[in-house]
């Protein structure tokens, strides 16, 4: 091993120990909910045990404890890959499908034991998007919460601003050239890592007129500023429809977002599909119930008119019956023996008769 190369993982060691002694210089890793990080940690000079686990390392605490170089437990994963000069190694941990849990301090070690290992300690933060390229990303939000955006930079600022508003109209609502601003609802915090600076904005009480598009911004001394750029729109509280996810990939404080302004509008796009089709639907059901009743309506209609003509042709048959029932009774009351009455017949009689006299014997 040269001396330079010594000097350099003396360096590096020192860096670890740092981390290790002071909470308050934990790098912190950021990420959004639905999508995975990955950290680096090291480089360690060797040991056989890989450790990763959460806040004090004891018990549920410990996610992953292995010998190999891959592992997996669930949601997480680890992976050592090898540094020169022989012996060094770094040790890769990662989370997937980040949750609103997930937030916290993390450690993760190697060592010949598991009371001998050494660690490095890092602090997971969950924002809403974490940017990182200067094309346009899209975050959805509802009324009333608030919304907090890191801006990954691959170098180093001094002047650091937030701004609203298209280009060259920009309103500027937070500048600053230290690590924190603050203007009313809007603030900025600057955190700066090895790998370069993040700037972490927020907007808090949302309401409908915060829609729009934003900007922060990276001034450089002596050359181009840095920017990333994104909207906000709202949308109405729908557990049915999530926020679109942005693939987030972390490597010793920096991040690489997978997903791009194109597959953000195929989202928009998905999630305006599935509300045609629920309104679709909704009138799909409207419309049968309407048939439903129509259909029902008809049915009693057509029940009532055959009981009211049954009932018709009842009446009619009854008067017939008692008609006929009356001309009986009528002839067999009147006897042809009783001398009162005259068969009269209209073929022994004159034809021009009307009444013939009946006189009633004595």
């Not at 049915?240 to 977002?257: E, L, N």
């Amino acid at each position: 091993m040269t001396v330079h190369h010594a000097l350099f993982f003396f360096f590096l060691l020192s860096l670890q120990v740092r981390n290790c002694s002071s909470a308050e210089v934990l790098r912190k890793i950021y990420g959004a909910a639905g999508e995975d990080i990955r950290a680096q940690c090291g480089p360690f000079l060797s040991g056989s045990w890989k450790i990763f686990c959460r806040e004090n390392c004891e018990g549920g605490n410990i996610l992953i404890r292995t010998k190999q170089s891959k592992a997996q437990s669930g949601r997480y994963s680890t992976e050592c890959g090898t540094e020169a000069p022989s012996g060094w190694f770094i040790l890769y941990v990662s989370i997937s499908g980040l949750t609103q849990s997930d937030p916290g301090r993390y450690r993760c070690g190697v060592g010949k034991s598991l009371s001998s290992a050494s660690y490095q300690d890092f602090r997971l933060v969950l924002v809403d998007a974490v940017l990182d390229g200067n094309k346009d990303h899209h975050v959805y939000k509802e009324a009333g919460s608030s919304l907090t955006v890191a801006c990954s930079f691959g170098s180093f600022g001094r002047t650091k601003s937030f701004s609203r508003g298209e280009p060259g109209e920009e309103e500027v609502l937070v500048q600053t050239d230290g690590v924190r601003g603050e203007g009313g609802r809007y603030s900025l915090e600057y955190d700066e890592q090895p790998s370069g600076g993040v700037l972490l904005v927020t907007i808090t009480q949302l309401t409908q007129s915060d829609s729009g598009r934003y900007r922060c911004k990276m001034d450089r001394t002596g050359s181009t500023s840095l920017y990333r750029d994104f909207h906000v729109t709202f949308r109405a509280v729908d557990p049915s429809v999530s926020t679109p996810p942005t693939t987030i990939r972390s490597t010793s404080g920096s991040f690489t977002p997978s997903a791009s302004s194109e597959t953000t509008n195929v989202t928009q796009d998905d999630t305006a599909t599935s509300k045609g089709a629920s309104n679709h639907s909704v009138l799909m059901f409207v419309g049968l119930t309407l048939l439903i009743i129509a259909i029902l309506i008809s049915v009693v209609l057509l029940i009532f008119c055959t009981k009211r003509r049954d009932k018709h042709h009842k009446a009619l048959r009854r008067r017939g019956t008692d008609g006929a029932m009356m001309e009986n009774v009528v002839q067999e009351n009147v006897s042809s023996q009783d001398p009162t009455y005259q068969s009269l017949s209209p073929a022994g009689g004159d034809q021009n008769q009307i009444y013939n006299t009946l006189t009633q014997p004595k």
